[in-house]
């Protein structure tokens, strides 16, 4: 056995560690740079916002309602009052007013239409306008001829169908469409005495299809129940009709209703006059494959399966 001559190496010298010496003041300033930065990104963030929030302000005094409600996407189909089959296109390029009515609830269904009729008066020179009234029953429950009945009954234009259209269907998908897609409350909904209710809102479709205002916009049945029992306390105490706030108030000049219709009419001019509206990619994007997208994506995984398999076979293959 060979024997290593171990003489000619040399033992390396030992390095010696020694902790880093730090700068306090480079450590220092650069902490004071990291902060100096961060308060003036603070107050850039702080100052921009609040130019947003003061810029938004001054749109919504001027009437531009919220756009938190959603899209009217689903392509559903309704009967109307003239026996023709309506799907939601029909919202397309228009500014509609929609809201449900009942025959079981003539009372609040006339307050709904008389207010509609108001508005139809207040932008009558304007042809985007449109009324949209939902039947509450099924068509099994109340048919259409009855329900074409009823609404004469209230005073809708049935004969007006360019800008009225009373709208009834069977689907079992209605009551979801109604509540979900349209915002428009829950029909078949009771009160506390546990009688059926009638969905008491009035919603705004842009014409891009987009619903506008607030989640509980605008409810004229209960305004009206607020209105009474205001004047009923005001009928207990005489004395308050002293304030000038109060005159108003029995008046109609600041009545609950009154301040809500004319929000709603301001939303309505916002839309119409200070929004531009781009219809026809709306109608090419209803129109469209909407499942285009989804369907690429499931033939691009089976593919890569597809592919994935025969390559692992091929080198199985090989192996053998």
Known sequence: MKKVDQSNKQSEPAVAY?????????????VLILVALMLVGGILIFWKYREKMARDYEEVKKGRPAQSLGIVTNNFQMKGVDDEIHDFTFLEGKMTLMSVISVNF????????????????????????????????????VPVEKLREFAIKIGIPVEQTEQWLVLTANHEGRLGFIKDRLKLGIVGSKDKEGNLALPDLMKLVDPTMKLRGEVNDFAFNYYRSE????????????????????????????????????????????????????????KKANRSNRYELPLYIAGGFVLFIIIAGYRLKVKRAKKK
Not at 18 to 30: F, K, L, Q, S
Not at 113 to 138: G, H, N, P, T, Y
Not at 254 to 277: C, F, G, H, P
């Open 106 to 141: 003539p009372e609040e269904s006339q307050v709904i239409v008389d207010e509609m009729k108001l508005a139809a008066e207040k932008f009558k020179d304007e042809e985007r306008m449109q009324f949209i009234c939902i039947s509450a029953e099924a068509e099994a429950d």
């Open 18 to 30: 020694e902790p880093a010496v730090r700068n306090p003041v480079a450590i220092r300033n650069t």
């Open 227 to 282: 209105d009474e029992r205001v004047l009923k306390h005001i009928g207990e105490n005489p004395e308050l009709l002293e304030k000038e706030d109060v005159k108003e108030i029995v008046s109609g000049e600041k009545s609950l209703v009154t301040r809500k219709r004319d929000w709603m009419y301001k939303n309505i001019n916002y839309i119409l006059n200070l929004e531009q509206a781009n219809v026809e990619a709306i």
